[in-house]
């Protein structure tokens, strides 16, 4: 089995780039890896280079995907807590990309390590708010992970099937396809 590997590259528009995935061999995943195994949701940071800051959330699919270093991955504090939609509404802040921004300047090269961004201070409402706002927005969230998963499976249906039909490797001839013709 191959297993995708998550690198800062792969951070794009908010989302993770599941198109342009570097894949490892199954015998070359150390134990240690799978502690950095993605799910859907999961909210990313690219920790080094020009791109230090940007965020992404893992998208739904079927495949095995790992966290590559100097990409960090969100927690929520308490184990019982699911915040991440709030998190993902304060980490694109304006203010939380300068704070990450005049901590990681400094180097030759842009770096924030997970110290530096604990160390971000962030005003935040009692937790029933926090909590009242992930049952609203995780919902919603969840039919845009879907969405995007339908999206994909039809990319690539098309992407199998319209080089065919323009072959003509598969015949259509006798369907009767309505085209909306009056």
């Not at 495949?63 to 929520?76: A, C, E, I, S, W």
Request: aromatic share 8%; proline share 4%.
């Amino acid at each position: 089995a191959k297993f995708g590997v998550v690198k800062i590259k792969n951070i794009q528009s908010k989302t993770i780039d599941l198109n342009n995935i570097q894949f490892i061999e199954e015998e070359s995943v150390n134990d240690r890896a799978w502690n950095f195994k993605l799910t859907t949701g999961d909210l990313l940071i690219a920790m080094t280079g020009a791109q230090v800051g940007k965020i992404g959330i893992m998208p739904k699919t079927n495949d095995t995907y790992l966290l590559n270093q100097r990409v960090g991955k969100f927690y929520p504090k308490e184990k019982n807590q699911l915040a991440n939609q709030f998190i993902y509404q304060i980490v694109q802040s304006s203010e939380f990309q300068k704070s990450v921004d005049n901590i990681a300047q400094g180097a030759a090269q842009p770096n924030i390590s997970g110290a530096g961004i604990g160390q971000i201070e962030i005003i935040l409402p009692p937790i029933s708010i926090i909590e009242n706002f992930e049952h609203i927005c995780q919902p919603l969230m969840d039919e845009i992970f879907l969405l995007d998963y339908k999206n994909q499976n039809l990319r690539q249906t098309r992407d199998l099937l319209l080089p065919k039909l323009i072959s003509g490797k598969v015949d259509v001839s006798e369907l009767n396809i309505d085209i909306g013709e009056t």
